[in-house]
């Protein structure tokens, strides 16, 4: 019953083209150098006041939920009145962060005013895997240091992890320890390509193989793959219609991974790009015709289809990308 309530409240929600869901990447900077990131540093990142105004153009365009993520968004040293302004507006916040510099003055903060979650990366059950894979050590130390802090003081955590070659051995592993922790690991087998079109993630991805026996040996994990407890089913991506993407640097996106330039908040007001940008208002069009590839796919309505990595591979959201065609099919057959 609350499942089909809550896909009633996004139906009206996209009837009525309103911005649920914003993802705020405050910086690009970070203070790890994790060997799967997709992410590229921006130049002349938002200002404290700038970020204000946008949050308030946001509220009056009806946006409900934030998620303020990175890069590290903790680098920022006005994280804090930043986390604080959008709580006051009544947001509901979801932080992403790797758990590394987390201060008091932050735990402090999250246990006054509760986040919707605090969603911590961790790539490994012991310090040299996960260290070897942000490039920083003691990095696994401080995140488990400061999960535990987090839970302590009531904080909603959730762990987060891409599964790779040089991490699948300790998933078991993971699992267990989150368990430990008493917070939900969320995986994914999704490694999306590299702004640096020098830098390959091919070594990192898994082989069918593994993913297939994986699944097969982990039946009950897969509703906990890729957010798949939140999905509704909708083959659709629905990245700028309900939700976007706003860059460190004030850029509007549709989304983290389908990043098209839809316009920049440092020359127009949210309201105006999301009302009228000709690249939102594009991608708003698509229909399912324009996947023809995917109509006759018996995976269809189980491969959370990602645009996003179709347009990191190929320069064209339409065109369906060859690595999540992968990972679902050895996943669901």
């Known amino acids: ?44 990142e938002l200002s404290f006041q700038e970020i204000r105004l946008i949050l308030d153009q946001l509220k009056e365009a009806g ?21 604080r302004d959008a709580h006051e507006r009544d947001f509901a916040v979801t932080v992403y962060t790797n758990g590394t510099l987390l ?28 260290d070897s894979i942000t490039g920083k050590a003691g990095s696994f130390d401080s995140t488990l240091s ?8 009531g904080v909603t955590v959730l762990a987060k ?28 087998f999704r490694i999306f390509a590299s702004s640096d079109p020098h830098k390959s993630v091919s070594q990192l991805r898994l082989p069918a193989e593994h993913i297939r026996k994986w699944a097969k040996n982990n039946p009950t994990d897969l509703s906990l793959m890729d957010g798949a407890e939140s999905w509704d089913g909708d083959f659709l991506c629905r990245a700028g219609s309900d939700s976007c993407c706003i860059g460190a640097n004030g850029e509007v996106y549709p989304c983290t991974a389908l ?39 018996q995976w269809k309505k189980k491969c959370r289809f990602c645009p996003g990595m179709g347009f990191m591979e190929y320069g064209d ?6 690595e999540l065609c992968r990972i679902a099919e050895a996943l669901w057959s």
């Open 161 to 188: 992890t891409v599964v790779m070659t040089v991490n699948f051995a300790e998933l078991d592993l993971m699992k267990a320890l989150t368990e430990k922790l008493g917070i939900p690991l969320q995986k994914t």
């Open 317 to 322: 959201p339409t065109i369906p990308s060859r």
């Open 103 to 130: 201060t008091d003055e932050h735990i402090r903060l999250l246990s006054e005013k509760h986040p919707l979650a605090v969603e911590c990366s961790l790539h490994g059950a012991t310090a040299q895997t996960h």
């Open 259 to 297: 990043r098209v330039a839809c316009g920049n908040l440092r020359e127009q007001t949210f309201e105006k790009i999301w009302r009228d940008s000709p690249q939102l208002n594009a991608w708003r069009s698509v229909t399912e015709a324009d996947y023809p590839l995917c109509a006759r796919c």
């Open 63 to 83: 946006c409900l939920k934030i998620t303020f993520t990175g890069g590290e968004p903790t680098l920022r040293p006005d994280f804090a009145d930043i986390y």
């Open 1 to 44: 019953m609350k499942e089909a309530t809550f896909n009633s409240f996004l139906e009206t929600i996209r009837h009525y083209g309103i911005p649920f869901n914003t993802v705020f990447e405050i910086t690009s900077r970070c203070n790890l150098s994790c060997i799967h990131c997709y992410q590229k540093q921006v130049e002349k």
């Open 146 to 153: 400061n999960v535990r802090r987090l839970k302590e003081a």
